[in-house]
């Protein structure tokens, strides 16, 4: 008899499963998407063509685009928010 046609070999075999994407994966890859759509302060300055200090000041002012303060103390601003900001300062300046 051989390894696999034992009876007791048979019942202690894991069983196999097939892999099973957890719920909420698709969320999950949604949200993996929209933290790549998500700017430095250096990118958004590198864009605006400002220094880290004027985009600071503007913060401070109250007067720069929407921010997000992640938990180590590190500043995003989406991408979406920061076109909105420029729309809003078009518009003010039409």
Known sequence: MGLGDSA?????????????????????????????????????????QISRSTFYDWRQKGR?????????????VRIDDLESWLNERGEAAA
């Open 8 to 48: 007791e070999h048979t019942a202690e075999a894991a069983p196999m499963h097939r892999f099973t994407r957890p719920e909420g994966t698709r969320q999950m890859a949604a949200t993996v998407t929209r933290l790549h759509a998500m700017l430095t302060v250096a990118e958004v300055c590198t864009e605006l």
């Open 64 to 76: 720069a685009p929407r921010c997000i303060t992640l938990p180590n103390g590190s500043l995003r």
